[in-house]
């Protein structure tokens, strides 16, 4: 199974500033995806993260708001703009490589964010 | 659209009680079925699933069958450990490399 990290592991932040998440992996995976999960609640999909081009979004969610960079087959960053208390959340960045046929997702252990 | 339905929590259960955690499914497609825990202060982690109907998935005691009648995929174990203490999260997906469709999420606490 791919062993991921994220940093930072939590922080707090001030309404109206960026924080800039990052997600790193121990192997080339083919899919990175960034999950949000707002306090007592599931997870949502915020996007997936393509290598060398844009993101996709799902809706609801926009690159304004949440940039996402991924340069390489290992790496990605999520930003989270202009915050405010909404979101107050875990944000998780998870991978799946499509090459081993076993139709799995692993998750890194997330991001806690809260924003004052 | 696709949606999973979760039993909501919390549970608390004595050690070696029987755990039952309800989930059923709604999707378009052909889903592959999954349980996910997230133990205090980690990340999820895969359980179990199952990729096809009447599939059983197992895993460190835990138990789950992709019933298709039904539509459900619920989690057993016959007998918990207080280290069973997590949250416990149904998910489906259609295809590979497609996003996972969550369920709420149940709080397991397994007493001694």
């Known amino acids: 199974s791919a062993v991921i990290s994220q940093k930072p592991s939590r922080d707090i932040c001030q309404r109206g500033t960026s924080l800039t998440i990052q997600c790193q992996v121990d192997s080339q995976v083919t899919m990175m995806f960034w999950y949000r999960q707002q306090p007592g609640q599931s997870l949502t999909l915020i996007a997936t993260?393509?290598?060398?081009?844009?993101?996709?979004?799902e809706s609801g969610f926009v690159i304004d708001k949440f940039p996402i960079s991924r340069p390489n087959l290992t790496f990605s960053t999520l930003t989270v703009s202009n915050m405010s208390p909404e979101d107050s959340s875990i944000y998780l960045c998870s991978v799946e490589d499509l090459t081993s046929g076993r139709h799995e997702q692993f998750f890194g252990p997330g991001t806690r964010l809260t924003v004052l | 659209g696709d949606s999973v339905t979760q039993m909501e929590g919390p549970v608390t259960l004595s050690e070696e009680a029987f755990l039952t955690i309800n989930c059923t499914y709604t999707a378009t497609g052909y889903p592959s079925l999954f349980w996910y825990v997230q133990y205090p202060g980690e990340g999820l982690q895969l359980l179990l699933k199952a990729t096809k109907a009447d599939d059983k998935g197992s895993n460190k005691g835990f138990e789950a069958t992709y019933r298709k009648e039904t539509t459900s995929f619920h989690l057993e174990k016959g007998s918990v450990q207080v280290s069973d203490s997590a949250v416990y999260f149904c998910?489906?997906?259609?295809?590979?490399?497609?996003?996972?469709?969550f369920g709420t999420g149940t709080s397991l606490t397994v007493i001694p």
């Open positions: 993260a393509n290598q060398g081009s844009e993101a996709t979004y």
């Open positions: 998910a489906l997906r259609v295809g590979s490399g497609n996003q996972f469709y």
